[in-house]
């Protein structure tokens, strides 16, 4: 089964130091796509990063990188230097397909992180 | 460029009633997404279009929810009759991907519309 699993259901991070979200991905694709996204309190959904599952190197994005361990099937979101803003939930995203050997594919999303910063 | 639109902001309705959801897409993206955000949970997708033909709506309650898309463009959903659960935040959203593309793309979330059911 397609599934996106997010173990750390709340962190708190000190301001200016580097955090790891933890993301876990099960799916039987050989291609596929990842997505983290922020959820600030005031509900909107911004997007932060991406990786293919053929890209090579890990992706980086401003303070935003992803730790893409393909075997492991892991895909943490690294923020460096963490500020206040960066007090939100936290969502790992995976593009799956519908059907086996179907090119229709949906967007599955983990429960969440919710990443609080101290100041 | 415009982002999603998403209409009402906010809505509160007794159980049993109808309400309806519109969301206007941004220009251009052939995909359009409603997804169902219960308090403290990730998204849940409800349905998917790819211009106005539904790719997938396995997690619809068909009993009570639709979902259309005239025209490929705006797309409202409805639900009729109310339940408690589904008090939640209605995101749509919309992206370029288009099935069977070799390019991916994220998806641009509307607001959101809050539902309250009491």
């Known amino acids: 089964a397609q599934k996106i699993t997010q173990t750390q259901p709340g962190m708190f991070v000190q301001e200016k130091e580097a955090v790891t979200l933890d993301c876990t991905y099960d799916?039987?694709?050989?291609?596929?796509?990842l997505f983290w996204y922020k959820q600030p309190s005031s509900g909107e959904m911004i997007f932060l990063i991406y990786q293919g599952s053929y890209d090579e190197q890990n992706a980086t994005e401003g303070r935003y990188s992803l730790n893409f361990q393909k075997a492991r099937k892991s895909a943490n979101l690294v923020i460096s230097a963490s500020q206040l803003g960066d007090s939100a939930m936290y969502f790992c995203a995976m593009r799956a397909t519908l059907l086996p050997y179907s090119s229709a594919s949906k967007i599955i999303f983990g429960s969440g992180t919710r990443l609080s910063i101290r100041p | 460029e415009a982002g999603v639109a998403q209409s009402p902001r906010y809505k509160i309705i007794e159980k049993r009633q109808s309400v309806a959801f519109w969301c206007n897409p941004i220009s251009g993206h052939a995909t359009l997404y409603w997804y169902q955000q219960i308090l403290g949970q990730g998204p849940k997708l409800l349905i998917q279009?790819?211009?106005?033909?539904?790719?997938?709506d396995s997690q619809l309650p068909k009993d009570r929810f639709s979902a259309e898309r005239l025209k490929g463009v705006d797309s409202t959903l409805k639900i009729q009759p109310a339940k408690l659960e589904d008090s939640a935040v209605y995101l749509c959203?919309?992206?370029?991907?288009?099935?069977?593309?070799?390019?991916?793309?994220?998806?641009?979330f509307g607001n959101g519309t809050r539902l309250t059911v009491t």
């Open positions: 959203a919309s992206s370029l991907f288009r099935t069977g593309s070799k390019e991916d793309s994220p998806l641009h």
């Open positions: 799916t039987s694709d050989q291609s596929y796509g």
């Open positions: 279009f790819q211009n106005n033909g539904v790719v997938d």
